[in-house]
């Protein structure tokens, strides 16, 4: 199975078809930077022949966190309050770790009002993909900055920002996210094996998406026009994905040309060489090239940083294997001599 | 002075971080051991160690277990607010100063001994920073000889609290014993004294706190996030003992929960609302300030219709406030907490049974109803000590409301998330990971059909918001009913909910031995069952008695039954000490004095 055979009727490993990862009918404007991400997990999650049901898909507030709408109609979706579907994540996760969790937010979601818990979901390091489409506007309240807009870019009215941009994926990073990619909406050959492996990691996959907004940020002056970004896309490999299901190819580089790295369920991402040579396991390495990206006005993307040592979100709880959602009474209800001996612990009354 | 037996008042002062904890515990359970009712308040700063704080012991043959405010016996230990502890002391009263403190002159009705405490226990304890907590003994070895507290009971409570720590034991033996020889050997016994009584065998000595995180666990919780704040630490805290001792697999240590400490309160409710949303029963706990910060995500909770159990240890605000004092003060918030037309559930516990019980059954009336069920308690119900009966083991099994399950789903052919099949306007329900592909629906804050489809039409958003009414008036059905007690004759009726309750119940004894008569309703939740409306028809005067400035429950009755209103008066507490029975008594005499007909 390749995403370039597949067509409307072409099923996947679990028997669905094209259609089956597909949501309602996107209401963001024409052209949307988002819908192309739309499309992306939708192909991706088809590739993958993920199961609809144990897919929960979660957001927050703005155009970016009304499009799982229009992805994965099959699964459970949660559309939460602003900047907060980290928070929302974390108790899903909690509730029934066999749960895939998908979250979509924007830069004003998770980068202005939601960057506590933005921040504290990376550190407990909840098993999530967390995709940011990023556009460096607030789009449904109509064009004002936000916090990952860059020094320099001009707003649709004239105003020029000034302030420090908020670099999501170096915050990932500093915290210790396992799993940091950034990536351009308009380029699915890209984004796609970055979101199929995003999806094979246990831990949280913070996954940046350069999404120009066509309707508020797509003018000249402003560092997130789609012909800028397409200018400034600085991509550190080609990234490739093997699934765990499919037979290892046998695939030939040259020496030096290509990184493999085997992913938590057994697939395997390749990023192959297309400059300087790049090791996404070196923190200091990925923090300096987006820093010097930054200064140079270049959007570097691919898989910035990669760890799978980490633990996730409530190994040290040691908690039962099976959902705590699912345990019959038996399980959390003590017997009734448990309740019998602590209160004699507490009978100290006399006569 | 004629003698009193049983029934009076111990007030301590010391100085936060002194250690006097355990020894005022010692008195507490010595007391009870003796089969005789107390009740402890530790009337404490927002501090950890240096401000002074007072810890109060009532003893009362009569059961009273509300806090008296006239103090019979003071210990003044704190040198910083002796003057004005002592001035506050009555005639008759029994005064045990530390030597040197500040006094003030005193008339000479009052029994007063001054006690060499850093003397005595000098020669005990060579360690000068312990010397400071060991002091503590030796008031309680004093106080056991004047008053008559038999100095067995004084050592089971000892070893109750210090048997693990042989060392530490033997020590505060040493000091009881220097203590009481003190008094044998300089104080005559005082007027004030106890006798063995068997008024509390097979009783319980719990903090309301510790009784709900019980509950809670009984009720089966599976999810808990919380932040931390004062007065509501100690519920999630002795929770997570609780679970960690009797809710693991004895052999895998595997927990059958997850206890979060969250970076906020706004991401405590969160994590709840997505654990219960996945399956999970969930519930927090916090105090006013995050109650505040709760508020866009139970409003979206109620809106979205997922449930989730939020108790509310209230402490006096607004804001900051006296994080350290007791209030009723968040009802109204409670009841209304959203944006946009909100009615929530709120159940009131009274008692530290209550805090057990609804511990367990605010989880089913949450997911019952498919909606956030808030649990007011305060400061002075969830952190003193109570005694009460020992709690029962629930009989019934656990509610889960309207879960439809793979099968479910296959029989029926059909599933509208926000559809009322059943005509109590409470929906169905799905969990995320249920095999079918009829169960996925999508939960949002915005408009949303019966399908739980977007929708801006204004219709439809109507028709959602009077379902959501209509679902409150079912409550109203599941919700604990009051407790009413119907006195022939009276036609004046007190109200009260929460820890109001144990003044109300002396404050009508005082009452009824004036020859007043008085009707009780005790409202136990939100919103009203039938009980309240009828005991306002029956009563041609009610007073509400609350623990809050601006009578927030006589707000909600008003507002309910417009057509009672007029019978409805207020008496109001709230400076941060909890309610005692002279309050409710002086307060209804000052409203009544004209209205009250005494029979």
């Known amino acids: ?351 | 002075m004629k003698p009193q037996v049983n029934d009076f008042s111990i007030h301590v002062a010391t100085v936060n971080g002194s250690g006097s904890q355990t020894a005022n515990s010692t008195l507490l359970r010595a007391l009870f051991q003796m089969g005789l009712p107390v009740a402890g308040k530790n009337l404490f700063p927002s501090n950890i160690a240096g401000l002074p704080t007072w810890f109060t012991i009532r003893v009362s043959e009569k059961g009273y277990i509300a806090l008296d405010r006239r103090i019979d016996v003071l210990v003044a230990m704190n040198a910083d607010t002796s003057v004005d502890d002592i001035a506050r002391m009555g005639p008759g009263s029994l005064i045990l100063v530390n030597e040197g403190v500040p006094m003030p002159s005193i008339p000479e009705d009052r029994v007063l001994h001054r006690i060499p405490f850093n003397k005595l226990v000098e020669p005990l304890v060579p360690d000068a920073k312990l010397r400071r907590l060991v002091v503590n003994m030796i008031y309680v070895g004093v106080l056991a000889w004047l008053l008559g507290i038999e100095e067995t009971e004084i050592d089971r409570a000892l070893q109750a609290q210090l048997g693990r720590k042989p060392k530490a034991l033997d020590m505060n033996r040493q000091a009881v014993r220097v203590g009481t020889e003190y008094g044998r050997q300089h104080l005559g016994k005082a007027r004030f004294q106890v006798e063995r009584r068997n008024l509390t065998a097979g009783r319980i000595l719990i903090e309301g706190n510790q009784a709900a995180a019980l509950g809670a666990m009984f009720g089966g919780v599976t999810f808990v996030a919380w932040y931390p704040i004062t007065p509501s630490s100690s519920l999630a805290e002795s929770l997570q003992g609780f679970l960690d001792a009797h809710r693991r697999d004895p052999v895998t240590k595997k927990a059958s929960f997850t206890i979060v400490q969250a970076e906020d309160e706004i991401a405590a409710i969160g994590m709840v609302l997505g654990a219960s949303w996945a399956g999970a029963r969930a519930m927090t706990s916090t105090s006013g300030p995050g109650l505040s910060l709760m508020t866009e995500f139970t409003g979206y909770g109620y809106y979205a219709e997922i449930p989730a159990v939020i108790w509310d240890i209230q402490r006096v605000g607004p804001s900051t406030g006296l994080p350290t004092r007791t209030s009723q003060g968040d009802l109204l918030s409670a009841a209304h907490l959203s944006h946009g037309d909100t009615k929530h559930v709120v159940l009131l516990p009274a008692t530290v049974e209550d805090c057990y019980e609804m511990g367990i059954r605010a989880f089913d009336i949450a997911e019952r109803l498919q909606t956030p069920v808030f649990v007011l308690s305060d400061l002075d119900l969830g952190m003193n000590i109570w005694m009460s009966e020992p709690f029962r083991y629930p009989e019934k099994p656990w509610d889960r409301g309207k879960v439809l399950t793979a099968e479910d789903l296959e029989r029926l052919g059909k599933f509208d998330r926000y559809r009322d099949v059943d005509g109590d306007a409470i929906p169905y329900r799905t969990v995320p990971g249920t095999p079918h592909p009829l169960a996925a629906y999508f939960t949002r804050g915005s408009g949303h059909d019966e399908a739980a489809r977007y929708t801006e039409s204004g219709d439809v958003y109507r028709r959602v918001m009077d379902r959501l009414a209509m679902k409150y008036e079912s409550a109203r059905g599941l919700v604990p009913s009051p407790v009413v007690e119907r006195v022939k004759g009276a036609d004046v009726g007190l109200v009260a909910y929460g820890s109001t309750h144990p003044a109300m119940v002396e404050a009508r004894d005082i009452l009824a031995a004036e020859g007043i008569r008085t009707g009780y309703l005790l409202i136990k939740a939100l919103p009203f069952t039938r009980e309240v409306r009828s005991f306002l028809e029956e009563h041609r005067i009610v007073h509400v008695v609350e623990q809050n400035r601006d009578g927030q429950m006589a707000a909600l009755m008003r507002m309910e039954f417009p057509d009672l209103a007029g019978r409805i008066r207020s008496i109001l507490h709230y400076d941060g000490i909890p309610i005692d029975a002279r309050t409710v008594v002086d307060g209804l005499r000052s409203t009544e004095r004209e209205e009250v007909t005494v029979r």
């Open chain 1, 1 to 351: 199975m390749s995403g370039a055979q597949s067509t409307a009727t072409a099923k996947n490993r679990i028997g669905l078809t094209l259609n089956d990862y597909k949501g309602s009918k996107s209401t963001l404007c024409p052209g949307c930077g988002h819908d192309a991400i739309t499309g992306s997990i939708v192909q991706a999650a088809f590739e993958s022949g993920l199961e609809p049901h144990q897919v929960a898909k979660l957001s927050g507030i703005g155009c970016s966190s009304k499009t799982p709408t229009y992805f994965l109609g099959r699964s459970h979706g949660f559309n939460s309050v602003h900047g907060r579907m980290p928070s929302i994540a974390t108790g899903a996760y909690a509730a029934n770790r066999g749960l895939r969790l998908i979250g979509v937010s924007g830069d004003g979601d998770s980068a202005s009002i939601g960057l506590g818990q933005f921040c504290h979901l990376v550190r407990r390091n909840v098993p999530l993909l967390y995709i940011i489409e990023n556009n460096g506007v607030y789009g449904l309240t109509k064009g004002q900055f936000s916090a990952t807009a860059d020094v320099g870019t001009k707003s649709k009215t004239g105003r020029v920002n000034d302030l420090m941009p908020i670099d999501l994926c170096a915050f990932a990073i500093e915290l210790g996210c396992g799993f940091v990619a950034r990536s351009f909406s308009g380029d699915p050959k890209q984004l796609r094996p970055i979101l199929k492996a995003a999806f094979s990691h246990n831990g949280t996959a913070v996954v940046d998406v350069i999404s120009p907004c066509v309707t508020f940020n797509n003018h000249e002056g402003s560092t997130r026009s789609y012909l800028n970004v397409k200018e400034h896309d600085a991509p550190l490999h080609d990234v490739g994905f093997i699934p765990h299901y499919e037979a290892i190819a046998e695939v030939d580089y040259e020496p030096g040309e290509s990184r493999e790295i085997e992913l938590y369920d057994g697939s395997r991402i390749t990023l192959t060489k297309l400059g300087r040579d790049y090791d996404p396991g070196d923190a200091v390495n990925a923090l300096e090239t987006l820093h010097r990206a930054r200064q140079a006005d270049k959007f570097v993307t691919g898989l910035l940083y990669f760890d799978p040592a980490k633990e996730p979100f409530g190994t040290e709880f040691l908690v039962v294997d099976e959902p705590l959602a699912s345990l019959p009474l038996e399980r959390v209800r003590p017997p009734k001599e448990v309740l019998e001996e602590i209160m004699r612990g507490l009978m100290t009354g006399g006569g």
